[in-house]
């Protein structure tokens, strides 16, 4: 490559490369969507139908509202080459303190929200604390925190469960964006709403293509990118309708939608994403660029700390109880949704779609085949073999 | 006396770069063979060669040991015929004891249970060869680096060794330290093993040597003989570094201006041994396209003064001040050291200098994200212009900018990084190492940009192992060794034996 060219050598022409050309190139993000696709026709087809029952959907959503939104954090833990194990034992912490300042101390629900949240946030601290300032590996200091805040929240509960909670906290994971019109059980507001969220997709898709092409370093193929778009905004509406024909979109997948897309931005568009990603990638050069690596690992693991937290609480009004047992080993859950979704383990690698799609995929897998009936004893072995076999592959995409 | 080994003829290559051309080696039975030179001249890989670290087949020549042409595939085929060679860096497992040390990989053990006994009372006979009074349960990580090397020098002794090779054994030990390895020798040497002792420390060599090879640029120019009459150290550094200087440097015209940088009383400390001291003090300054090389050996702290200087990413307990055009500036964090103009391009791009699983956009940025900037959200459109302004005026060979880092040759890494440092917009560039392990062609587009920066108003300063390439390239050359500068030449005074001369000189007066 080196050669003694002359300095003003020529640049070879952007390379065009054709569809399938493509596709092979963006094989690592497709693919996983491509699997998400495949694995939710199985299992619809397995459970006959069952899988894409509005009201199965909807439970879906719900069951995995706090997995994904825990994995955009962990997504940034694991970028910046760390790991945090105490997630689960947070969601269980924090739901915790919701339900005894709730109904144990009365407090209204607005200020115990907050309250919360600012925990969560302050457990990220206290950990990241000591892997970013201290060196001590992530490993450790939160197999301590897991073990800690497991202790804190039987502490807390004195081992009971709590319970109920106020009924406006409960809408967070319960409620439906409210109908303003009903048309025959079709809740209009929703799919109004999912109509937006396609055309808005689309829209920006297109402005962003607009912009490549002006600068000429669009490489898609034209039919490629139509028909992809086609694809995710058909998907969008089809299961605003689906949602629609039930109760309706449910607040929590709006919370979800927001956070998928703010994270995406921050990870994609923003300095503090760009260095996060240089910080896991190669951590001595972050740091001789001029970058705060300390302080921006400390900032991944707070961020962590306070979706850990929202999680607690959208799962204690979930159940509409805090239990002892919440949160349990959710942070195995979360960690491989982020492997399945790309993620690598030494750092710097890692996308949030991939994440979101991870997540689903463990949801899926769980959803479908508790509806098959497997035990729970075969759903975690073959959930094991899934996250090794999705990382083989990545893996051996990589090498060859 | 008959000659041991013979290494006839050895030429070695790697991608881009001829490290050995037809390279002669003798050395007789029971003697202390000194091999010298500069740094990459070649005698490192020569020794790998030797070793069987480079197998037989990478390389064209023959080697002959005992009168036996010998192909080594790995080190243990030269380990088993009683070639040892200890190198720069010690190959010691440091939470490990002297004795499991000495047997590693060796242990004798009987259905793969170690005989305990049987180590400690061959380890305490090896430590008392080579006088070392510890007890053989000591970890190595309790040890100095004095002891360590002994330890090392034991290890090879547990295998019969019959040619002992030891790279630069002295350069992290004190005088009495010193004096004894170079005792311990002459004794081997009593007993019929015979050393090549690769060293800078010329007092050293003739204290020690029978004969002495020197290499230079990858060939072998000359073999003297100190047993027949006493070689000077003049005469050593002449084969040393005697090239004619080629033209391999763009020419330039300089027009230096008012000095940009100034650094005074500069002392930095070691960051684990915090007593010792390893800037000793040093003041200096660099103007207005200026070009102004630092020359030492390796280990003199020339990439310490750098890297302390740009935001204490080395060292503990700084002191000293530091001006940037007339004022002081606070340069106590990388991020106030790039704001006051500095730039520090590392001589190890790999592991410091890029993110290499990221494409050339991102890593071009990623010392100025505010420059691409709106608020804190990148406008990626212009950053693409940034990263192809620099592919064309840096000529960076690449099939896209959105090409990953890792996948460029060295010299096309390096443009990446030279690229990520212009756009952070610095007054004065420290470069360490700029061309290391870059091939010939390349090397001279980096000069190119250098003298081109240097036109622009910065002020350079180049860190070289390479004393042509200062010569070449310099308008002002300091000598660092030590921790201290030792002499300082303008473009027309300095010559390669001027600058040897001044780093030995300065050497011999501690060593005495």
């Not at chain 2, 003829?9 to 051309?21: D, E, M, R, Y």
């Not at chain 2, 019929?192 to 800078?200: D, E, N, V």
């Not at chain 2, 008012?258 to 684990?272: A, F, T």
């Not at chain 2, 303008?490 to 001027?498: G, I, K, L, N, R």
């Amino acid at each position: 490559m080196d050669q003694r060219a002359p300095a003003q050598a020529l640049q070879p022409p952007p390379s065009r490369p054709s569809g399938a050309g493509f596709l092979q190139s963006n094989i690592r993000e497709y693919g996983m969507m491509l699997s998400l696709f495949v694995i939710m026709v199985l299992f619809e087809v397995l459970t006959n139908g069952t899988l894409l029952k509005p009201l199965n959907l909807t439970n879906l959503i719900l069951q995995n509202s706090y997995i994904v939104i825990m994995a955009l954090g962990m997504l940034l833990v694991i970028v910046a080459g760390h790991i945090d194990l105490s997630v689960g034992s947070v969601v269980g912490f924090v739901g915790a303190l919701a339900a005894v300042m709730m109904v144990q101390w009365d407090i209204h629900y607005v200020p115990a929200t907050i309250a919360c949240l600012a925990v969560g946030a302050l457990i990220g601290a206290a950990q990241g604390y000591w892997v970013a300032f201290f060196k001590i590996p992530s490993f450790i200091v939160t197999l301590a925190g897991m073990l800690v805040f497991k202790g804190l929240t039987l502490a807390l509960l004195a081992g009971q469960s709590v319970g109920p909670f106020p009924k406006e906290f409960q809408l967070l994971s319960s409620g439906f964006i409210p109908d303003l019109f009903s048309v025959q059980g079709l809740k209009v507001t929703s799919l109004v709403i999912g109509l937006a969220l396609a055309a808005v997709m689309v829209m920006v898709n297109v402005k962003g293509r607009a912009t490549q092409v002006k600068h000429g370093v669009e490489n898609e193929p034209f039919g490629f990118f139509v028909a992809k778009n086609a694809i995710f905004a058909g998907l969008i509406v089809y299961f605003a309708y689906l949602l629609s024909s039930y109760k309706g979109l449910p607040n929590v997948l709006i919370v979800m939608a927001l956070l998928i897309g703010l994270y995406t931005f921050v990870t994609n568009r923003t300095t503090i994403g760009r260095r996060i990603y240089a910080l896991g990638g190669n951590e001595k050069a972050a740091r001789l660029s001029g970058i705060k690596t300390e302080r921006l690992t400390f900032l991944t693991f707070v961020n962590m700390g306070l979706l850990a937290g929202l999680a607690g609480l959208i799962f204690a009004a979930r159940l509409n109880t805090a239990t002892p047992k919440a949160g349990l080993g959710f942070e195995l859950d979360v960690i491989a949704a982020c492997f399945i979704g790309g993620a690598s383990a030494s750092g710097g690698v890692g996308k949030v779609i991939g994440a979101v799609i991870g997540a689903f995929v463990m949801g899926v897998m769980n959803n479908g085949m508790s509806i098959l009936g497997v035990g729970i004893d075969y759903q975690q072995v073959i959930k094991g073999l899934v996250l090794l076999a999705a990382v083989f592959l990545d893996v051996y995409n990589k090498n060859k | 006396m008959g000659a041991i080994l013979e290494m006839r003829g050895i030429s070695k290559s790697f991608p881009g770069v001829k490290a050995l051309s037809n390279v002669n080696l003798t050395v007789e039975a029971g003697e202390i063979h000194a091999v010298v030179g500069e740094n990459g001249a070649g005698k490192s890989t020569l020794m790998k060669v030797l070793s069987g670290v480079y197998p037989h087949g990478s390389y064209e020549g023959d080697i002959v040991f005992d009168g036996e042409e010998r192909r080594f595939r790995t080190i243990a085929d030269s380990e088993k015929i009683g070639i040892i060679i200890i190198h720069q860096e010690l190959a010691l497992v440091p939470l490990l004891s002297i004795a499991e040390n000495i047997f590693l990989g060796n242990e004798p053990a009987r259905f793969g249970v170690i005989d305990r006994s049987f180590v400690f009372r061959r380890t305490q006979e090896l430590l008392r060869k080579v006088g070392l009074k510890e007890s053989p349960d000591t970890l190595i990580t309790n040890l100095g680096v004095g002891k360590q090397q002994l330890v090392e020098i034991a290890k090879a002794l547990s295998k019969e060794v019959r040619l002992l090779i030891l790279d630069e054994p002295t350069a992290s030990l004190n005088e009495t330290d010193s004096a004894a390895l170079l005792d311990l020798l002459l004794e081997f040497k009593a007993h019929g093993i015979a050393s090549i002792l690769i060293s800078h420390k010329l007092n050293e060599i003739s204290k020690v040597a029978d004969r002495i090879t020197v290499i230079r640029d990858g060939a072998t120019v000359d073999t003297l003989d100190c047993r027949a009459e006493a070689i000077s150290e003049d005469r050593i550094i002449r084969a040393m570094v005697g090239r004619p200087l080629a033209d391999r440097y763009p020419p330039r015209t300089p027009k230096i201006g008012e000095p940009i940088l100034s650094v005074r009383d500069w002392r930095v400390h070691h960051p684990i041994h915090q007593d010792r001291v390893v800037i000793k003090g040093v003041s200096f300054h660099v103007r207005r396209g200026e070009v102004l090389g630092i020359a030492g050996l390796m280990g003199a702290g020339r990439t310490e003064l750098a890297m302390s200087l740009f935001g204490k990413a080395y060292g503990k307990r700084i002191s000293g001040s530091v001006e940037m055009e007339g004022r002081p500036v606070d340069v106590s964090t990388i991020e106030k050291a790039v704001d006051a103009g500095l730039a520090y391009v590392t001589e190890d791009r790999k592991t410091l200098g890029l993110v290499l699983a990221e494409d050339i956009v991102k890593n071009v940025t990623l010392a100025n994200l505010p420059g691409v900037s709106r608020g804190t959200v990148i406008d990626d459109m212009q950053e693409l212009k940034v990263a192809n302004s620099y592919r064309q005026s840096l000529a960076i060979r690449c099939s896209s900018v959105y090409q990953q880092t890792v996948n460029l040759s060295g010299g096309n890494q390096q443009k990446v990084v030279l690229s990520k440092w212009l756009f952070s917009g610095p007054k004065v560039l420290i470069l360490d190492e700029p061309t290391r392990g870059i091939d010939v062609g390349a090397k001279y587009e980096i000069y190119s940009i250098i003298n081109k920066l240097a036109d622009d108003g910065k002020a350079v300063v180049m860190i070289s192992s390479e004393m042509p390439e200062l010569l070449g390239m310099c308008d002002r050359i300091l000598v660092m060794n030590e921790g201290a500068f030792v002499g300082e030449f303008t473009a027309a005074e300095a010559s390669q034996e001027a600058i040897m001369r001044s780093i030995m000189q300065s050497t011999m007066k501690k060593t005495g």
